[in-house]
């Protein structure tokens, strides 16, 4: 059982990144997915996750109207469409299995995480 995250990279201010995250050993198909965040020091901050069918997405408040968070059934993957980045943005980004169907944006909610992906929003 196995995620992993993929996409990040170096991007200026204003510009966009497509994050994907990949399953492998099992399917994504009866559960949530969630992305989170890390910066140094901080814990893990909620960024969007999406419900088993893909009916449901939520977002943190900080990124609502930029980022979209979408799954892709066939391919068992999920993806994290981040427009007009700001620097703030900058973190290392995980997706996760959540334990339940719908999603939700507490950390304790989640029993599977991937290897993160570095994002970097600098000029």
């Known amino acids: 059982v196995q995620l992993q995250a993929s996409g990040g990279g170096l991007v200026q201010p204003g510009g966009s990144l497509r994050l994907s995250c990949v399953a492998s050993?099992?399917?994504?198909?009866?559960?949530?997915i969630g992305w989170f965040r890390r910066t140094p020091g901080n814990d893990r901050e909620f960024v969007a996750t999406?419900?088993?069918?893909?009916?449901?997405?939520n977002y943190a408040d900080s990124v609502k109207g930029r980022f979209t968070i979408s799954r892709d059934r066939a391919k068992n993957m999920v993806y994290l469409q981040m427009n007009n980045l700001k620097p703030e943005d900058t973190a290392v980004y995980y997706c996760?299995?959540?334990?339940?169907?719908?999603?939700?944006?507490?950390?304790?909610?989640?029993?599977?995480w991937g290897q993160g992906t570095q994002v970097t929003v600098s000029s």
């Open positions: 050993g099992f399917s994504l198909h009866d559960y949530a």
């Open positions: 999406i419900s088993w069918n893909g009916g449901v997405t």
């Open positions: 996760a299995k959540s334990r339940y169907a719908s999603g939700g944006s507490q950390v304790g909610q989640y029993n599977s």
